[in-house]
Nanobody, 121 residues
Framework: QVQLVESGGGLVQAGGSLRLSCAAS????????MGWFRQAPGKGREFVAR????????YYADSVKGRFTISRDNAKNTVALQMNNLKPEDTAVYYC??????????????WGQGTQVTVSS
């Protein structure tokens, strides 16, 4: 059974940092793309960042570029999101996701349960 389990969320002041982690298990993800999404109260799901598991190629939303860094650890089967210079508008539930193989879109992909990030002003 495939599982994506996020951790590392919490409450932080504006300008602070948090590091989210996503532990992936249940299959081999080497051909997959791993991503982070977020959803703020009353808003739709928003793409944050993605990384290809095999080569480590990354892509970011403009809103987080230069502040967030996505990375993966092949040995530990984890994907991390380092978030620096956090702003109140970064407050949201953050989700880890995986797409690849027969799961061709993010909607069809695997998703974690989410972790809350709250940034106070």
């Amino acid at each position: 059974q495939v599982q994506l389990v996020e951790s590392g969320g919490g409450l932080v002041q504006a300008g602070g940092s948090l590091r989210l982690s996503c532990a992936a298990s249940g299959r081999t993800f080497t051909s997959y793309v791993m991503g982070w999404f977020r959803q703020a109260p009353g808003k739709g799901r928003e793409f944050v960042a993605r990384i290809t598991w095999s080569l480590g190629n990354t892509y970011y939303a403009d809103s987080v570029k230069g502040r967030f860094t996505i990375s993966r650890d092949n040995a530990k089967n984890t994907v991390a999101l380092q978030m620096n210079n956090l702003k109140p508008e970064d407050t949201a539930v953050y989700y880890c996701a995986a797409t690849g193989g027969e799961r061709r879109t993010w909607d069809q992909g695997y998703w974690g349960q989410g972790t809350q990030v709250t940034v106070s002003s």
